[in-house]
């Protein structure tokens, strides 16, 4: 007798994973600074992971530290039209046993994957986020380790609660129920670079549900999405579950979308490249065998909204942590403020003060506040801004502006006061350590109001910061559509799962809602199932009979 057949499972309460300062002499700053010098001491080589194997194309990128893009941390191999169909046959092959598995039994598997990086990979894979994305101690510790440990083990506590949503009410004779059912097909998951946890996020979150996944990592953040697939698999993952392929967008795209096997995507990327694959399926539409689910999250111009009641210091430091950490390469970072111009000579002067403070440098220096951006791309373009603004007669730099690109992408935090509040750097996405701020007139507050709602396409995050109860209801009501997480007297970064679900609409995405069972619902095909006891064995009913 298997006695699982009778068992009946409750997963463990989720909590968030507790963050780590690494404050001088801790012994987890001891840990990662072991983990860093040995990381950066040796080049490895990154295979496809299809079916399970290991797969060499000779069709080679690099993983450079940012920081100094001429040292070489790793080569990866890159996908071709027969590996991505190799994928999308070993995904389609697993999924018959992989759904078939009890939802239990399949949780158990990200469980023991989130506690494995919670403890014998926590340094390993904090250290490669660092050297690999540039991301300081504090940060690859909040995203690449424990938001990675929250998802994990919220989404299988969010997978119980959708599986216990059952009908409400079975009349006598009646057994009424719900069955929640993998996606008829595979999910293409496509990652973005600035978020560890998002990709491992974007893979596992059907996975839980009893999918069978692509994941292609972006070119620039290969190396910690593959410690995650060692780390599944030592979890007990099976083979073809989770398929990992790195290689070029458009020919892994363009396969993945025109197969009429797929079932669904899960994106975060940019606005225009979500804009193509919804096209593509668009125009695919007929040949595939389901509609496929569309999940994704896109771009963000997020803004931090002062009112003259606000806290000065408050304001100062929102704008700071918001538009300058992991230098502004969030898609929920701050790049646009409103300042009233009673409190303005006090934000600037205090903009000045603390930003003289903030130290740039390599992520090996624990000093360093502030470290490189990605990679040769964003630094072409986050200048451009830069010089554009240099140029203009209706904005001007106050703050920063410098970059320098010789050893790594190093581009200063740098501030821009606007003229006017439609100026270029207001309005469009520049995904960098770039601020602009608009110095509006104290009674014109609630107009103001309704120029931040309508400057932007994006609809992602934003913060209201004042003291008046008034004036933040005014906030919430004018900006209601404006951002789908929004902050009050906080910056408008930092959304932790479980606490604070995370997405927006308009052009920044389907709000879906990452970090919560939303997300999982859309992983899922609902069947409704009514069984009756006993059957009517006569068609004709009661008020046919004659008078």
């Given amino acids: 007798m298997n006695l699982l057949n009778n068992a009946i499972f409750k997963v463990p309460t989720p909590f968030n994973e507790p963050v780590y300062d690494f404050a001088p002499g801790s012994p987890e700053r001891a840990k990662l600074k072991a983990a860093l010098d040995d990381i950066a001491g040796k080049k490895i080589e990154i295979p496809l992971i299809i079916g399970g ?36 046959e070993a995904a389609m092959a697993a999924k018959p046993a992989w759904a078939a598995l009890r939802w239990e039994e399949r949780a158990g598997i990200f469980l023991k994957a989130a506690d494995l990086l919670a ?7 904090n250290a490669l986020s660092m050297l690999s994305t540039s991301k300081s101690a504090y940060q690859a510790e909040i995203d690449a380790t424990c938001e990675l440990i929250d998802f994990l083990r919220f989404n299988v506590h969010f997978a119980q609660q959708v599986y216990s949503d059952q009908p409400l009410y079975s009349p006598a004779g009646v057994w009424n129920s719900v069955q929640q059912r993998p996606l008829e097909g595979f999910v293409f998951a496509v990652a973005p670079f600035n978020f560890t946890a998002i990709a491992g996020n974007l893979a596992t979150a059907p996975a839980i549900m009893g999918n069978t996944v692509l994941l292609k990592p972006a070119s620039s953040c290969v190396y910690t999405p593959y ?12 083979d073809g579950v989770i ?78 942590r ?75 730099i106050i703050i920063g502006g410098g970059y320098d690109d010789s050893k790594g992408y190093f581009i200063e935090p740098t501030v821009i006061l606007a ?24 009674d014109k507050y609630e107009e103001m109001l309704e120029v931040c709602d309508q400057t932007s396409i994006y609809a992602l995050t934003g913060a209201i910061f004042a003291t008046e109860r008034t004036a ?21 970064t930092g959304a932790v799962v479980g606490q604070q679900p995370f997405g927006g609409a308009r052009a920044s995405g389907t709000n879906d809602k990452a970090g919560s069972y939303l997300n999982l619902l859309r992983w899922v095909s609902t069947r409704t199932i009514k069984e009756t006891f006993d059957a009517p064995e006569d068609f004709q009913y009661p008020f046919m009979d004659p008078e």
């Fill in 322 to 396: 918001g538009a300058f950490e992991f230098q502004g390469q969030k898609c929920s970072a701050a790049s646009r403020a409103y300042i009233p111009k009673s409190l303005w000579p006090q934000v600037h002067k205090g903009l000045e003060t603390e930003m003289a403070k903030i130290k740039m440098g390599p992520v090996t220096d624990f000093g360093n506040f502030f470290n490189a951006v990605i990679d040769k791309n964003a630094f072409a373009t986050i200048t451009e801004f830069i010089d554009y603004t240099k140029n203009a007669t209706d904005a001007k």
């Fill in 243 to 320: 398929n990992f392929i790195p290689g070029r967008g458009s020919m892994v795209g363009k396969i993945c979308l025109d197969h009429r096997d797929l079932g669904g995507i899960h994106f975060t990327g940019s606005t225009g490249v979500f804009h193509q694959m919804w096209e593509t399926v668009g125009n695919n539409i007929a040949k595939y065998k389901s509609y496929p689910r569309i999940v994704g999250e896109t771009g963000g111009k997020d803004f931090v909204f002062a009112h003259s009641s606000a806290n000065v210091n408050k304001v100062i430091t929102g704008i700071i």
């Fill in 227 to 238: 410690l995650i697939m060692q780390i599944l698999k030592e979890a007990g993952l099976p």
């Fill in 419 to 442: 003229d006017h509040p439609n100026y270029r750097t207001m309005e469009e996405e520049i995904f960098g350590p770039v601020m602009t701020i608009y110095v509006y007139d104290d």
């Fill in 119 to 125: 403890g014998k990979y926590r340094f390993v894979m």
């Fill in 53 to 88: 194997k290991e797969v060499r194309t000779g069709n080679l990128g690099q993983a450079v530290m940012p920081h100094d893009h001429q040292h070489v941390l790793a080569d990866y191999h890159q996908a071709g039209e027969a590996e991505i169909e190799m994928a999308i």
């Fill in 472 to 492: 933040v209801s005014l906030a919430l009501s004018k900006l209601e559509n404006a951002a789908g997480n929004f902050y009050i007297n906080d910056k408008p």
